[in-house]
């Protein structure tokens, strides 16, 4: 009280905030009644510190306090609610007890304090506060949404808690007081009138959130209860205790918690929450048959933590039996707190489900569970044995009972609780599966796969030895003429053909050829076809002169001068559509997946088995990638298994025919490993609410397509090859309500399906969506003007973010000083708070800076109108971006979340300034300045992966930010990054499209939150090495705070143990999260792949995009460990041995001196490994920044498959050919297309229209022979000297040419997750290399071409 | 029979090699339970790392005190080991603590190979080392006598 009469302070005077703050803390005592023993447990644990951690202990130790007192009370009979209501409130550090001394403790509050909780006021965020400037330090706003209670009603409820303990009143708002004083004088500028937002840049397309994303279920929000700082297992960090953390209680003398360990050193004002303080004992549920509902997660809890945290405290040992067992539940570990002494997780879980039958508020019900009395081993089977065993127990009142019902993937109606929850789930407890009209559970159409016989190994070798004339140099115009006009039939990659063949079959497959050279046949294909290849041959002719040639403007006649101008008219028309395009990037077009299947599954077929295994001589053979792309390799399963593999573009191996040995992969020398897509947006995803989840008794493994039905009621897991029962409930089908084939089952008919979780895989209720944005509002970033921009984006998509009626938002900006917005519900305007205090960060006021969004909405929009003219014209420069991110962390600790973090320049000050490391010209060669310069961003990032918090950073720099240091912070929280080298609203409008197109889309997207992936693979492999931004856990157990949708992952494998069990081996990847709606889901998915003994199996097995991609993974590594020239010749070896080791392995009559022989399936390989020798990341010729080829890096760990193999190997279209006649389809649009060219000058005609899709950039190169007609219809310019140079759209005209290519443009950019840079590149342009530097195949100054880095492997492999 | 500087250094040597089959030992365990899943590498990196400064140091506290006593094949004998470890210590990865292990990295395989395999050289090299102090023990103090 006094504190809050004291006058203004300055804001930097540290000093004198702490001593006021410590004079309301000394007055503490005097106004709480509640016994000495409460009294003193909020601060007892802050006791031993600073003056100033008494102090903040106590401003917002003092508030939870009461709420661990309504804990107390109502977990000894008190109704439901005040479970409730404690959760949300309980936002500070009070420990959870860790034995049973401190829980008499806590329920020796007085009983005076109990009534005063009323039942009702479980609305924390609605809270009404009696002086209005003052935020009492209230509930976490956003966590608790409880059916029966108003608004209203917990508003009166608040104020009976605040007014029926007179003497708690003062004290809350004493802290609060002095913490008012603490505002800058700044703060009183908020009230600014609302500035004139900056339009937002016009999206380039219209992208919307994924179109999974789906919808609410707003009567299911009842079911979860707030209870996110209480009852999770998030506690403090006891970081600082190294060997354990050990729960062990101390006996302090205060009788307080025993604290397990500070978290940080210093908690600030609002610290985390108080945890439930409640026993074991209190909390037996009223009704016997929940009574040991608590348990199967309690003690799974314990089972997963107790091995990390030694022995548990005595009580809980006693009470749960220690789980010995050695794989605890795999998925159970939402929680992740590795940290979290065991006791606390349990003691959550019984509050949260024990609710009294008399509640409707819906406290989920778990399904009962069994077995109190666990034994040890018995742990991981809990999750379908439970449910099972012990039906009976649940309850029928609880008709919200089960914890999140289906709000289904894209619409699914969930269907009747009541329905869901059968009371006896023997009987009737089957799957209720979620089935929504259009969007069929079982994923029928997707259709099979197409079964290759297996081919025999002979084929390799049985293949005509190539024609020993193709020798040394290149095939002269000549004797191409002879060789090449091959009939129509023979052209594999669907090169020119005549129309006559055009439509007829998709992909002829080859049937003889070896060197496919997909020719036109010459003579009669004047108009529509490429001229023979002698007179465009630049891209492999002899080498020097003609590939220096190439880089010139262009030498008349060779390149460009080989179309005849007249010969515009598309050579891609004679094609089919081209079906894998088709597959691999539409991918986020809704629909696109079943579909594509059909063709891609034709298209394979007809690809064919013969095409495995031919060699391909890559001396000669220059046509390797066909218009439609490359083909994406498939599985050959064996013909028992009708059944679906994993998507590609989800799941994809390596290597499609797994070696049987390590010997025989070692002789193979190819890499073997996974590159997993698991959150990518699907139109398609049958989703099953169930309440038995089947799983393998051992390792745990989903059931899945691929295990083997030993009879009807048992199952042999395809990874441990272990003999299960089955449920009966698995073998109901609910459609025809009948027992039957096991086999009619989703679970059993799609690799890829998500399950509704029950309450064993949650370790606390579902935390809500929680967003923290963290704005650079330095000099630097004020300058460039993103902050109007994000502003404003943000305000378009406010509604969009994903989440419930518990979202909850805070922002914080920061220079040198830290700015917190006060947001709480109530007040006139946004209170900013100034913390200058870097080097111990704490909070100003203990709640209200993260907010939830419905209930302040209008404050929140109020800030974002308001920001930007905020910090207009700050001069400050420094940033303090590590005090702030540490902020954010204890901000967010309590429930997790992901912070989006701006920054735009290197942070200087407070923890975690950086230096710049640049050395002018050495673009990062140095592998010390690839690396992080201080592991406080690692530490940091680690602190927040265990408090289920993900940073994503998006850098906005000019200058040098060190973003190896600060990706750090991204990388290990299972964060992503976005880098937008030099951005500026005005000077670098390229990117401000990006940007805009990328914030929309992140903002919007999908989003899982306190996610855990585990990676099972079959018996005798094991995963070596993972790649991508997470933090591993153990060996097959990725943390990811968040995941979403755009995140890939890759993982090295090893083969342990020979693989003769079975004749495939399948990997299974599953990923538990919660969904943005606070329901916990598994989305499992499972891949299948042959074994083979033969080493020709093998190669043409091989799936070279996949080997590429992992190659990429694997050469970052290299490169930070080693040096970046190391991870070079890694990659120049990786192809050399791969393809020395298929050239051992075929007959030597084959073989000769002058030919690189390489499968078909490998024929990509040594391009690839070239466009790797030349990109950002690993070139070592250009003069890239550091910042960008550490991004680049980066992208190679995280890039999905196909877009990283697109950044890679861009894709080249010929815009001037676009055709209709296999259109791509795009709901009832038909969209022309063009085949993809390979990256080689030779492609480049004058007379045409290219555009170069890199993935992040589009660039649309014109040629400057392009008609005037053209330049008219797609530019509106009468003729190609009155084009702009560096156009960054393309006008919208009326007509057909300019629609078509616009149509085809924007398709490109749509089916892509990412905002593209757009740019029209004049041939004569100053900007040219932008678009030529892509061109791979071409030699440049100081980098191969093509045709010389095959000369020079075959250098390097003759010695 | 006397009582020797060597010998007494031997004697020290004995009991601070038993300390340190100890923590090799312990280090192997670790490893193994890293593997098994057992524990978080978090927690297991927090608990490893203060031991390594404290291991090398013992180590080399003795093998300067063998040093002082002239025992030149024994301090040659422990040479190769110090060299190991200040090259180990050298290139350990970017980190404010003391330590070599990195939580994030810990679980890639070749590091938890390499770590497993160091600690049974390890313990191999110190029980071995174990027993010729013994042996060595007695040498100087028998041979002191004559």
């Known amino acids: ?1359 | 029979m006397a009582f020797t500087f060597a010998a007494f250094c031997y004697i020290l040597a004995l009991i601070l090699t038993a300390v340190l089959i100890f923590f090799v030992i312990f280090h192997i365990i670790a490893f193994d339970e890293l593997k098994t899943d057992y524990k978080n590498p978090i927690d297991q990196c927090n608990s490893l790392n203060p031991l390594v400064i404290p291991e090398y140091a013992i180590h080399v506290f003795f093998t300067v005190l063998f040093l002082f006593a002239g025992q030149i094949g024994t301090v040659i004998f422990n040479l190769p080991l110090i060299v190991y470890h200040v090259r180990r210590y050298l290139n350990r990865p970017v980190m404010s603590g003391m330590g070599l292990y990195d939580p994030t990295t810990i679980m890639n395989a070749d590091e938890l190979g390499r770590a497993q395999k160091e600690g049974w050289v390890k313990l191999g090299f110190y029980l071995i080392s174990f027993f010729y102090y013994l042996y060595s023990m007695i040498y100087v103090l028998v041979s002191s006598t004559a």
């Open chain 1, 1 to 1359: 009280m006094e504190g809050s009469g004291q006058p203004q302070k300055n804001p930097q005077d540290l000093g004198s905030m702490n001593y006021s703050i410590a004079a309301g803390q000394t007055k503490i005592p005097n106004f709480v009644p509640n016994g000495p023993v409460s009294g003193a447990t909020p601060f007892s644990h802050w006791s031993g510190d600073s003056n100033r951690m008494q102090t903040a202990g106590n401003i917002n130790g003092y508030m939870p306090h009461g709420h661990v007192s309504s804990v107390a009370n109502t977990s000894v009979g008190g109704p439901i609610n005040n479970f409730r209501q404690s959760f949300p409130t309980a936002t500070s550090t009070q420990p959870l007890p860790v034995n049973g001394s401190k829980a008499s403790h806590n329920y020796s509050l007085p009983p005076t304090m109990g009534p005063q909780q009323i039942p009702g006021n479980n609305l924390p965020g609605t809270q009404s506060r009696p002086p209005p400037q003052i935020p009492l330090p209230g509930a976490l706003p956003s966590l608790s949404v409880t059916s029966n209670t108003s608004n209203q009603g917990f508003i009166s409820n608040f104020d009976n808690r605040t007014t029926g303990r007179p003497n708690e009143l003062p004290v809350p708002f004493h802290g609060q007081g002095q913490y008012s004083h603490q505002v800058n004088p700044l703060m009183q500028k908020t009230p600014i009138q609302t500035p004139g937002n900056s339009e937002p840049s016009s999206e380039k397309s219209s992208r919307g959130p994924s179109p999974v994303s789906g919808s609410t279920i707003d009567a299911l929000e009842s079911q979860f209860t707030p209870g996110h700082g209480a009852s999770s297992p998030q506690f403090p960090l006891n970081r600082g205790s190294p060997l354990s953390g050990s729960p062990l209680p101390s006996t302090s003398p205060s009788g307080t918690p025993p604290r397990v360990s500070q978290p940080q050193p210093q908690p600030g004002p609002s610290g985390l929450p108080p945890r439930m303080a409640a026993p074991f004992q209190f909390t037996q549920p009223p009704i016997p048959g929940h009574q040991h509902q608590g348990h199967p997660a309690a003690e799974a809890y314990t089972a997963q933590h107790q091995s990390r945290f030694g022995p548990p405290p005595p009580m809980l040992a006693s009470s749960v039996p220690r789980s010995s067992a050695p794989a605890p539940p795999s998925e159970m570990l939402p929680g992740s707190n590795h940290q979290a002494p065991p006791v606390r997780g349990s003691t959550p879980h019984q509050f949260y489900w024990s609710s009294p039958p008399s509640s409707s508020v819906g406290a989920p019900q778990p399904p009962a569970s069994n077995n109190q009395g666990f034994s040890p081993g018995s742990i991981s089977n809990t999750p379908m044995h439970s449910v099972n065993s012990n039906p009976s127990n649940t309850p029928v009142a609880s008709s919200a009972g089960m914890p999140p019902v289906a709000s289904s993937l894209s619409g699914f109606p969930p269907t009747s609780n009541t329905s869901k929850f059968p009371p006896s789930s023997n009987t009737s407890g089957f799957p209720q599966l979620s089935n929504a009209p259009g969007l069929p559970l079982v994923s029928g159409p997707i259709p099979a796969m197409p079964r290759f016989p297996p081919a025999p190994a002979s084929t390799g070798g049985g293949l005509p030895p190539p024609p020993t004339s193709s020798a040394p140099g290149f095939p002269p115009a000549a004797s191409n003429a002879h060789r090449y006009p091959l009939p129509p039939t023979l052209a594999y990659s669907g090169y020119p053909r005549p129309p006559a063949s055009g439509g007829s079959s998709p992909l002829p497959p080859p049937t003889s050829s070896p060197f496919g050279y997909p020719n036109p046949p010459p003579p009669s294909n004047a108009g529509g076809v490429r001229p023979p290849y002698g007179s465009n041959i630049s891209g492999l002719p002899p080498p020097v002169s003609q590939v220096v040639g190439q880089m010139g403007p262009s030498p008349p006649g060779i390149p460009y001068g080989a179309m005849p101008p007249g010969s515009t008219q598309t050579t891609t028309s004679k094609y089919p559509t081209p079906q894998y395009m088709q597959a691999t990037t539409q991918q986020m077009v809704p629909g696109a997946y079943p579909n594509n299947m059909n063709n891609m599954t034709q298209s394979m077929s007809q690809l064919g088995v013969q095409d495995s295994h031919r060699s391909v001589n890559l001396l000669n053979e220059r046509h390797l990638i066909s218009p439609e792309g490359v083909e994406t390799a498939k599985p050959t399963l064996p013909h028992d298994f009708k059944k679906v593999n994993c998507n590609p573009d989800i799941f994809r191996c390596t290597l499609n025919a797994i070696p049987q040995t390590s010997s025989l992969l070692n002789k193979a020398r190819l890499p073997l490993g996974i590159l997993i897509h698991p959150f990518k947006d699907l139109s398609q995803l049958p989703v099953i609410q169930s309440s038995v989840i089947v799983r393998c008794r051992s390792c745990r493994t989903y059931i899945n397509p691929f295990v083997v039905f030993v009879d009807q009621r048992r199952w042999k897991c395809n990874l441990c090859f272990r003999v299960n029962e089955l449920p009966d409930e698995f073998s109901f089908d609910p459609v025809t309500k009948t027992y039957g084939d096991p086999q009619r089952r989703p679970e059993v008919k799609s690799a890829t399906i998500e399950f509704i979780a029950p309450s064993e895989y949650m370790l606390r209720p579902p935390q809500p969506a929680v967003y923290l944005y963290l704005l650079d509002v330095s000099f630097n970033a004020v300058e460039t003007g993103y902050l109007s921009q994000f502003c404003q984006i943000l305000l378009d998509e406010l509604d969009k973010l994903p989440g419930d009626a518990r979202t909850t938002i805070g922002f914080l900006c920061y220079d040198r000083s830290l700015y917190y917005f006060n947001l709480a519900e109530g007040l006139s305007q946004p209170q900013m708070l100034v913390v200058p205090d870097l080097e111990d960060p704490f909070l100003p006021c203990p709640d209200n800076l993260l907010v939830n969004l419905h209930e302040s909405k209008e404050l929140v929009i109020e800030l974002l109108n308001q920001l930007p003219t905020l910090f207009e014209g700050n001069h400050e420069t420094g940033s303090a971006l590590g005090a702030a991110l540490q902020s954010a962390h204890k901000l967010m600790g309590p429930t997790g979340g992901r912070v989006t973090v701006m920054q735009t320049c290197l942070p200087t000050v407070g923890p975690g300034a950086l230096e710049n490391r640049e050395v002018s010209g050495d673009s990062g060669k140095n592998v010390a300045h690839i690396g992080p310069a201080t592991d406080f961003y690692k530490k940091l990032s680690l602190d927040c992966s265990a408090q289920q918090i993900a940073v994503d950073l998006f850098m906005l720099n000019g200058q040098y930010a060190d973003l190896a240091s600060l990706s750090c912070i991204s990388k290990y929280s299972a964060g992503c990054i976005y880098y937008y080298p030099s951005f500026h609203t005005v000077r670098n409008p390229g990117l401000v499209d990006k940007f805009d197109t990328d914030l929309r889309r992140y903002l919007t997207r999908k989003i899982g939150f306190e996610s855990v992936m585990r990676i099972r693979c079959t018996r005798g492999l094991s995963i070596h090495t993972f790649h991508g931004n997470f933090f591993v856990r153990s060996t097959d157990l990725l943390s990811l705070p968040n995941i979403n949708p755009d995140a890939g992952f890759g993982m090295q494998m090893s083969i342990e143990d020979n693989l003769q069990d079975s004749s495939t081996i399948s990997f299974q990847a599953a990923l538990l999260y919660t969904s943005s709606k606070g329901e916990r889901r598994i989305r499992v998915h499972t891949l299948c792949v042959p074994v083979t003994n033969q080493i020709s199996d093998v190669f043409a097995g091989a799936d070279q995009q996949a080997i590429a991609a992992l190659l990429a993974k694997m050469a970052v590594d290299r490169s930070l460990n080693s040096a970046i020239s190391d991870a070079r010749d890694a990659m120049m070896n990786a192809s050399l041995d791969a393809l020395g080791a298929y050239a051992q392995q075929i007959p030597s009559s084959q073989r000769s001196s002058n030919t690189i022989l390489a499968p078909q399936s490998l024929r990509l390989m040594p391009m690839y490994m070239l466009a790797m020798l030349k990109s950002v990341a690993f070139s070592l010729a250009g003069s890239s920044k550091v910042d960008t080829r550490v991004f680049a890096m980066q992208q190679c760990k995280v890039l999905p498959l196909c877009n990283l193999v697109q950044m890679l190997y861009p894709h080249l279209y010929p815009l001037h050919k676009l055709s209709d006649e296999n259109p791509i389809k795009r709901g009832k649009e038909e969209i022309p297309s063009a085949g993809i060219l390979q990256l080689s000058s030779a492609n480049i005609e004058r007379t045409g229209l290219f555009l170069m899709d890199t993935g992040e950039a589009m660039y649309l190169l014109v040629g400057s022979a392009v008609g005037d007609q053209v330049c008219q219809a797609v530019f509106d310019k009468p003729n190609f000297a009155s084009i702009q140079d560096g156009m960054m759209d393309l006008p919208e005209l009326e007509n057909p040419t300019s629609e078509r290519i616009r149509s085809f443009v924007n398709y490109l950019m749509d089916s892509r997750p990412n905002g593209v840079i757009f740019l029209v590149i004049r041939d004569d342009s100053k900007h040219r290399h932008l678009f030529f530097q892509h061109m791979l195949e071409d030699r440049t100054e100081n980098s191969m071409s093509y045709y010389e880095f095959l000369q020079f492997l075959q250098g390097k492999a003759k010695g």
